[in-house]
């Protein structure tokens, strides 16, 4: 019987995406690990391998179409003996429907004394006793299987749930559902507390109040309509609250020209490398902030991958420094341009721009004082930097003049309490006012 093969969820909040190009075409031979096309996703364009051997009998999706939700049928692949005629017996698998969002009211109303913004969960309409297995397991998490294991864990009565995938990204593929036997358990893991992603919407459709003529409406695409279901999910979920200090700069300024004068033009040192060196440095001397909310427990990270953010043109993404208390300043700083290029050509992979344990976003640059930040799940914290500038500042009871930088640190008061979270800011200042401790 032919295989479906489904558009595959690159990342766990990939709900849908453009098949940018094919890389084969029909009646070509596959085997696992052949890349078959060119996916481009919100924040980045990313090759998928095939994951089971056979024949492209049809290309379902043409190229270039955007959209394209996951888990829905873009190709069929044809198993030994079999030719282009067992297509016509071959059903797609169903694919799970949209919910539409509810009709707003056209009439005007008056606001509420506190709107709020609200999540319209999807639904997910239960499969047939027929239908394939349960694409989500008991957390409510995706689960991710290729169509030929899906088939055999039907008739083997494997529970898709209970099995640890060895394919791509960790996929179950033919090989692990053969090696489970019926009603066993192998941890196919999702954090606790995880949540299955919400579409997002306003509580009031701001329609109501403006004349159709005076505004024009501009779709979001899909990196924006990422960005609005992540944030609101964050601020809804996490209960943020914010600790401000401010450092001096003066020392740090001095040390930074110092280095970029005499390194032969090789290096160019930027304040956010010292910050995110800082930033490193800090969670290592205070672990317990270096922490992700798990439900029923905490993950205490042994690394600091920092997260910057950076600005593209409709959203943002916020790429990772991975084991950045290993590095130096001119290891970050190279890798940090290096990401940040490649991150505004969405030449990112997945794993370069998920995860890491806390992040920096940084205004300075935009004469932005001080603002804040929304926590980046599944992080606990993250440090809002504004412009350093020149102050009043007391030294020894005479009044001076010092460049100062205003951080604010919002955290996660699930997993960092506000003594703890002072703790982190005290050691960053710290390591800020003094760059020669980061060298200690």
């Known amino acids: 019987m032919p295989i479906p093969i489904l558009m595959p969820a690159l990342s766990p909040t990939m709900e849908e995406g453009k098949l940018a190009k094919w890389h084969v075409k029909e009646g070509d031979k596959v085997v696992s690990g052949d890349v078959i096309a060119e996916i481009e996703t919100d924040k980045a364009t990313m090759e998928v391998e095939a994951v089971d051997e056979g024949r492209i009998g049809k290309l379902l999706v043409p190229e270039g179409t955007e959209n394209v939700p996951v888990n829905k049928p873009i190709a069929m692949l044809l198993g030994e003996g079999e ?53 989500h397991d008991q957390t409510g998490s995706r689960i991710f299987a290729s169509p030929l294991a899906k088939r055999i864990a039907r008739e083997k009565g494997v529970d898709l749930s209970a099995v640890a995938g ?28 995880s949540a299955t992603p919400t579409a997002v919407g306003p509580s009031i459709d701001p329609r109501a109040f403006y004349e159709k003529d005076s505004y024009e409406e501009v779709p979001l695409d899909s990196m924006r309509r990422t960005i609005a279901r992540r944030l609101a999910q964050a601020m809804q979920e996490i209960p943020h609250f914010y600790l401000t200090i401010d450092c001096e700069l003066d020392e740090l300024l001095r040390v930074r020209k110092h280095l970029n004068d005499n390194a032969g033009g090789g290096v160019k040192l930027s ?42 043109e409709g959203g943002l993404i916020t790429p990772i420094i ?90 996660d008061h699930r997993a960092i309490d506000g003594a703890l979270g002072a703790q982190f800011l005290e050691a960053f200042k710290a390591f800020v006012e003094y760059p020669p401790s980061m060298l200690l």
């Open 166 to 193: 060895s394919g791509p990204r960790g996929r179950i593929v033919k090989a692990d559902v053969e090696a489970a036997k019926p009603g066993t358990a192998t941890a196919h893991g999702t954090a606790p507390g």
């Open 322 to 411: 991975r084991n950045a208390e290993t590095k130096g300043l001119a290891e970050i700083s190279a890798e940090a341009k290096e990401l940040a290029e490649r991150a505004r050509n969405k030449k990112l992979k997945p794993q370069e721009f998920e995860g890491g344990s806390f992040s920096i976003s940084n205004l300075g640059m935009f004469g932005i004082k001080n603002f804040t930040a929304v926590i980046n799940p599944p992080q606990a914290a993250i440090i809002a930097v504004g412009k350093g500038e020149e102050r009043a500042v007391v030294h020894n009871g005479k009044i001076e003049t010092a460049t100062v930088m205003t951080v604010t640190m919002s955290c």
């Open 271 to 312: 304040v956010n490398d010292f910050l995110i060196r800082a930033s490193a440095l800090a969670l290592m001397k205070v672990p317990n902030a270096n922490v992700s909310f798990a439900g029923t427990s905490l993950l205490k990270h042994k690394h600091a991958d920092i997260g910057i953010a950076v600005a593209l």
């Open 83 to 135: 030719d282009a005629g067992a297509l016509k017996d071959a059903a797609a698998p169903p694919v799970p429907a949209k919910a539409e969002a509810p009709k707003q009211e056209t009439k005007p109303v008056a606001p509420p004394s506190n709107p709020a913004t609200a999540t319209e969960a999807k639904a997910m309409p239960a499969p047939p006793a027929a239908a394939l297995p349960p694409r």
